[in-house]
């Protein structure tokens, strides 16, 4: 049974930092990209970034770019969103999903069934 686990969202105030943390398991992910994404109350899925399992390789959403990193520790099976300079408008429900989808330009862009797996999400509120 395949599982992500996302934690380490929470209250916090605005241009503070929070790590996130998306834990995989019940599959070997090696041929995976892991992305992350988040969704506001009232608007849409939105992508913010993914990691080719294998490679290491990154793809961001240009307006994210800068402020959010993601990364992988294949040993822990973990992949991590390092969130910086946080807004009130980064409020949102963040989720993390794998895909055997290439990690290419548009890898984001899919509606949100077509990703093999997704987290629960975990919140993230920003204060101001």
């Known amino acids: 049974q395949v599982q992500l686990i996302e934690s380490g969202g929470g209250l916090v105030q605005t241009g503070g930092s929070l790590r996130l943390s998306c834990a995989a398991s019940g599959r070997t992910f090696s041929t995976y990209a892991m992305g992350w994404f988040r969704q506001a109350p009232g608007k849409e899925r939105e992508f913010i970034a993914a990691?080719?399992?294998?490679?290491?390789?990154?793809y961001y959403a240009e307006s994210l770019r800068g402020r959010f990193t993601i990364s992988r520790d294949n040993a822990k099976n973990t992949v991590y969103l390092q969130m910086n300079s946080l807004k009130p408008e980064d409020t949102a429900v963040y989720y993390c999903?794998?895909?055997?989808?290439?990690?290419?330009?548009?890898?984001?862009?899919?509606?949100?069934?077509?990703?093999?797996?997704w987290g629960q999400g975990t919140q993230v509120t920003v204060s101001s």
């Open positions: 990691i080719s399992w294998s490679s290491g390789d990154t």
């Open positions: 999903n794998a895909d055997q989808t290439l990690l290419s330009t548009g890898w984001g862009n899919r509606p949100p069934g077509e990703y093999d797996y």
